[in-house]
């Protein structure tokens, strides 16, 4: 069975930082393109950042809300991807779910997202 699991957000003050880690298994996300998605109460899931797969070279995007602030990456452990997130503002608050896709231009559209992990909650909050 296909898994994707994220690390356990909690709770961070304004200003500070949490790094995500998304780990699969019997998935090797080298070949995928990884989506971080963030959902806040209320809102639609919007995409905070992705990373396309290690054949299609690497290259990173990242929402404007994120950039500046946001890393994403690939673990020296395989099958793990993380999302570093520093200078953490209270509306960056929601539940953040990682998912394998077959490209970043693709999961931008909402297609081609092959597998979701459940997802973890973040909340930056004094």
Same mark, same amino acid.
């Given at each position: 069975q296909v898994q994707l699991v994220e690390s356990w957000g909690g709770l961070v003050q304004p200003g500070g930082s949490l790094r995500l880690s998304c780990v699969a298994s019997e998935l090797a996300l080298d070949y995928y393109a990884v989506v971080w998605f963030r959902q806040a109460p209320g809102k639609e899931r919007e995409e905070v950042s992705c990373i396309s797969s290690v !054949?299609?070279?690497?290259? &990173?995007? %990242? =929402?404007?809300?994120?950039?500046? $602030?946001?890393?994403?990456? $690939?673990? !020296?452990?395989?099958? &793990?991807? %993380? +999302?570093?997130?520093g !200078? +953490?503002? $209270?509306?960056? &608050?929601?539940? @953040? @779910?990682?998912? =394998?896709? $077959? &490209?970043?231009? =693709?999961? =931008? +559209?909402?297609?081609?997202?092959? %597998?979701w992990g459940q997802g973890t909650q973040v909340t930056v909050s004094s």
């Open positions: !054949n299609g070279g690497g290259p &990173t995007s %990242y =929402a404007d809300s994120a950039k500046g $602030r946001f890393t994403i990456s $690939r673990g !020296n452990e395989k099958n &793990t991807v %993380y +999302l570093q997130m !200078n +953490l503002k $209270r509306e960056d &608050t929601a539940v @953040y @779910y990682c998912a =394998a896709a $077959r &490209t970043c231009w =693709a999961a =931008a +559209l909402g297609q081609g997202i092959d %597998y």
